[in-house]
């Protein structure tokens, strides 16, 4: 194979996989087998936008002879190549085909992982685009009663809201977060996740929201009854007093928060604007 050239791979696969007078049926199991020849052929040759197509072409080999567990992988395989040359769409549209194939298999598990792997691609690139797909990994994995997976996919939507400013929809996110986190009985993200939304709102001075975040979160006994609620109150209420030295104080105090990067988000004092460190809320 190493001293196979992937275009005439390509060229026999192809013909074997269209009828003509003398073949009356394609033979996609013979095709399929030269389809990823050249697709690793191509990818070794760092010849991407090649490579993508023929592993694209090697996934539909494979769902045509009823594998689409490898059709998935394949198709993983091409959006990755998407990735290195640049075809955003592409990415989207190839990860969510291989998340349908992998739910064909009946494997939600992979299929989120499909989704979020698209969606770490286009963080920086497409961040709207990278948020639905968290959003749909989320999905996917609830329906299939395993919420105690969505956490951090939950978590790198809410960090995306919150590089992007959007707090109310980050805290919206958070809330998602710690209702997942309730359906498994995983207290200490639930309450984790109560805070966060909290503190978002914060960061977007906006007071009476975060207290109305609070007071309705607090109406949950196991968060009433928590570190992280009073680590709220207290926060809530140096906020109210313009406090920033506390503020930055009690912050430390709440590590590993899933709020993201924050590095430039500020927090006013009744005096003062001060940049909070990052490091302080992770």
């Known amino acids: 194979m190493a001293n196979s050239d992937p275009d005439k791979l390509i060229s026999k696969a192809d013909k074997l996989t269209k009828l003509s007078f003398t073949r009356w049926s394609a033979d996609w199991k013979s095709a399929t087998v030269l389809y990823e020849q050249a697709a690793i052929a191509y990818r070794l040759k760092k010849d991407y936008e090649k490579a993508k197509e023929a592993f694209e072409k090697a ?10 567990w490898d059709a998935a992988k394949h198709m993983e395989s091409a959006g990755a190549l ?12 190839l990860y969510r085909k291989a998340s349908e194939l992998y ?10 992982d499909a989704l979020a792997k698209g969606a770490c691609a286009l963080e920086d690139v497409a961040p709207d685009d990278a948020v639905k797909l968290y959003n749909d990994a989320c999905e996917i994995l609830e329906e299939d009663g395993k919420e105690q997976m969505t956490f951090d996919l939950y978590r790198a939507a809410a960090a ?11 805290a919206s996110v958070l809330l998602r977060l710690a209702l997942a986190a309730n359906k498994c009985n995983a207290v200490h993200s639930q309450c984790k996740a109560y805070l966060s939304a909290v503190i978002v709102y914060l960061f977007a001075n906006d007071f009476q929201q975060a207290s109305k975040c609070y007071n309705d979160c607090s109406q949950i006994e196991t968060f009433l009854n928590s570190d992280q609620s009073r680590c709220a109150t207290k926060l809530l209420s140096a906020y109210e ?3 920033a030295e506390e503020i930055k104080r009690i912050i430390r105090l709440a590590r590993k928060l899933p709020t993201g990067d ?5 927090i006013e004092s009744s005096r003062e604007e001060e940049p909070l460190d990052e490091n302080d809320l992770t």
């Open 59 to 68: 996934s539909k080999g494979q769902e045509m002879i009823s594998s689409p």
């Open 82 to 93: 998407a990735k290195e040359i640049g075809h955003w769409n592409e990415v989207i549209d």
């Open 160 to 170: 995306i809201y919150v590089k992007l400013e959007k707090y109310t929809d980050a």
């Open 103 to 112: 739910i064909e298999c009946g494997r939600s598990q992979p299929a989120s």
């Open 262 to 266: 924050l590095k430039d988000i500020k």
């Open 241 to 243: 007093d313009g406090d």
